[in-house]
Nanobody, 121 residues
Framework: QVQLVESGGGLVQPGGSLRLSCAAS????????MGWYRQAPGNQRELVAR???????NYADSVKGRFTISRDNAKNTVYLQMNSLKPEDTAVYYC???????????????WGQGTQVTVSS
């Protein structure tokens, strides 16, 4: 059973920083793209950033220059460093990964459970 476990959310003041982590379980043969999405109340889930297995990245325009996505392939973990946080960054943040599980020939997409990020003074 593939699981993605997120951590690092919380309450931070505007201008502050947070680092999110998302670790995938070890029952995995390979991981391709990993990413972070967010969903604020009343809004659709939107892409924040994603990173390929080779390290290529892309970001939503709203977070460019403030957020950095990275990954540690040896640990099956993706990170999101969030700096200069704004109140409009408040949302539940979800990680996702495109995974080839052990014993399977099918790539599947998995989601984490979500972690709340609140930016408020």
């Amino acid at each position: 059973q593939v699981q993605l476990v997120e951590s690092g959310g919380g309450l931070v003041q505007p201008g502050g920083s947070l680092r999110l982590s998302c670790a995938a379980s070890r029952s995995i043969s390979s991981i391709n793209t990993m990413g972070w999405y967010r969903q604020a109340p009343g809004n659709q889930r939107e892409l924040v950033a994603r990173i390929t297995s080779g390290g290529s990245t892309n970001y939503a325009d709203s977070v460019k220059g403030r957020f950095t996505i990275s990954r540690d392939n040896a640990k099956n973990t993706v990170y999101l460093q969030m700096n200069s946080l704004k109140p409009e960054d408040t949302a539940v943040y979800y990680c996702d990964a495109h995974v080839l599980p052990y014993g399977s020939s099918l790539w599947s997409r998995y989601w984490g459970q979500g972690t709340q990020v609140t930016v408020s003074s």
